[in-house]
């Protein structure tokens, strides 16, 4: 019997102050380390320098913190 399930990838969005390479080595560990992130960066180029995160279960994460 074959046993299928279903990942529910989530990219979120996020405006930051991040200026430069170094400033994403400093926060490198601490996304790293997430068992939730599959994959992020952060676009230098943009103005807003957004940062990208995708990963499973991140918006139930996110709203935890906001009631908590």
Known sequence: MNSYF???METL????N?????CVAKITPY???S???R???VDLDSSERILTVT??????RARHR???
């Open 6 to 8: 279903t990942i529910n």
């Open 39 to 41: 994959e992020w960066k």
């Open 55 to 60: 990963g499973e279960g991140l918006n139930q």
């Open 13 to 16: 969005k996020f405006k930051t």
């Open 18 to 22: 991040v200026k430069c390479n170094n």
């Open 66 to 68: 906001n009631t908590s």
């Open 31 to 33: 996304l790293d380390e």
């Open 35 to 37: 068992d939730n992130i």
